[in-house]
């Protein structure tokens, strides 16, 4: 039987340790599984876009009054392409405002019997708006909806004193003002994006949890190293004319192969559940660049230490302080620019960013990652090389 290559047996002695004591398991599925869900849960009504429930009493029934009732309040639409307001009829002005005053509506529009009338006449008319809760959105936006609607009706009234007014003025026919009453203003504003859509809660944390989860694999790794060098298995496998770059190159392949594994369940399920994650090839490859960067950082705060137990203080701490700094528990768009300047001095802020970018480019994702990607190299070679030459000196020290 052939033998097993030295970085094949050291691999696989490894791996089969850390699934046997339950860290493997822990890593690939627990740990970003329930980080995930939890941040997703506590952020998961930023995806919901809430519409604005506003209550209607139409007491007019005519042109003016429908168009507004059906048309313009209907017409709001907010980022997801949804509805922006729920309207709701009442048959009275006192069941609209006790409505409001109870908070089941955030605002109420009253539309006078006549109104329709008045708006035809070109005479004066009113609105009337019952607020609720003065500190939400509701009365802004009913607000902005009736200032718009009477621009609209001043204009549609300017347009009809035009039209019969003057030399060669028209005839004031019901077929003229209805026509007047139904246009609409010629300038339109409408909203493109230049990515696919706005990216919610579950599309930011997800990968964010899977970042956070590659720092561990490195604190296991070197963690692992460091428990080893002082049980002396390090000792006995150097015995067995194994080079210590084999080992080292065994173990870092067990940490970046525990890491992209839980890479995949993480945003695989995510994936299934509808969360657009953007270019499959692109995002392999920021999964495996991110992998290697943030192990080689956490390896390399670890392997500082002199004995397990510091090794696991410090892990622990360094993983935790470069996710604050990184953003991973906290969107880098709400959070201050000296936060956001800081994460750009972290391998798993660049990892963050890109994740963003890629979930909302629309075309040459890998060009929409391209910085990012560059950064993630740099972060694996900064810290990568000494930590490939502070874990070779803990090995052959080993061996002594």
């Keep these: ?49 809430t519409s604005v429930k506003i209550g209607v ?45 109870k908070g089941k509506e955030a605002a109420s529009i009253v539309v006078p019997a006549g109104f329709s009338a008045a708006v035809q006449a070109n005479r004066p008319s009113r609105l009337q708006l019952l607020t609720g809760d003065p500190d939400g959105i509701g009365v802004p936006v009913a607000t902005a909806v009736l200032d718009g609607f009477a621009a609209q009706t ?13 030399q060669g003025a028209a005839a004031r026919t ?4 209805a026509a007047a009453t139904a246009q609409r203003s010629p300038v339109v504003i409408a909203t493109n994006s230049s990515g696919i859509g706005t990216l919610g809660a579950a599309g930011y944390f997800a990968p964010s949890m899977v970042v956070l989860a590659l720092f561990f694999c490195g604190v296991v790794l070197a963690r692992g190293l460091v428990a080893e060098r002082r049980s002396r298995t390090l000792a006995r496998i150097l015995l067995a004319d194994t080079r210590p770059l084999t080992v080292l190159l065994a173990k870092f392949l067990v940490a970046v192969a525990v890491g992209l594994l839980s890479a995949a ?21 920021l999964v495996l660049l991110a992998a290697v960067a943030m192990i080689s950082t956490a390896s390399l705060a670890v392997l500082l230490a002199r004995n397990e137990e510091q ?57 929409a990652v391209s910085p990012q990607l560059l950064a993630l190299v740099a972060f694996a070679l900064i810290t990568g090389l000494p930590a490939v030459l502070l874990a070779r000196r803990s090995v052959e020290a080993a061996g002594v």
């Excluded at 740990?31 to 998961?44: D, K, N, S």
């Excluded at 139409?58 to 209907?74: E, F, K, W, Y």
């Excluded at 019901?174 to 003002?177: H, S």
């Excluded at 369940?265 to 490859?285: H, Q, Y």
Aim: hydrophobic residues 50%.
């Design 57 to 101: 009493v139409n007491l007019d029934h005519g042109a003016a009054a429908r168009v507004l009732i059906t048309q313009v309040l209907p017409g709001l639409q907010g980022t997801q392409r949804t509805s922006l307001v729920d309207v709701t009829s009442y048959p009275t002005a006192a069941l609209a405002k006790s409505a409001t005053e």
């Design 311 to 367: 090794a696991g203080t410090i892990g622990t701490v360094t993983v935790f302080v470069l996710a604050i700094l990184g953003g991973n528990f906290v969107p880098l768009s709400q959070s201050g620019g000296a936060l956001a300047t800081l994460s750009l001095f972290t391998p798993n802020g660049w990892a963050v960013h890109g994740f963003a970018n890629l979930a909302v480019a629309t075309a040459d994702p890998i060009h």
């Design 154 to 166: 001043g204009s549609n009234q300017l347009s009809i004193v035009t039209a019969t007014t003057g």
């Design 265 to 285: 369940v993480v945003l695989g399920a995510f994936a299934a559940a509808g969360v657009r994650l953007g270019s499959w090839p692109a995002l392999c490859l």
């Design 1 to 49: 039987m052939a033998k097993a290559h030295p970085v094949a047996a050291i691999f696989g002695k490894d791996f089969r340790q850390m699934w046997r004591d339950r860290s493997a398991v822990v890593l690939i599925f627990v740990m970003p599984l329930v980080l995930a869900g939890i941040t997703t849960l506590a952020f998961g009504p930023l995806d919901r876009g």
């Design 174 to 177: 019901p077929t003229l003002i």
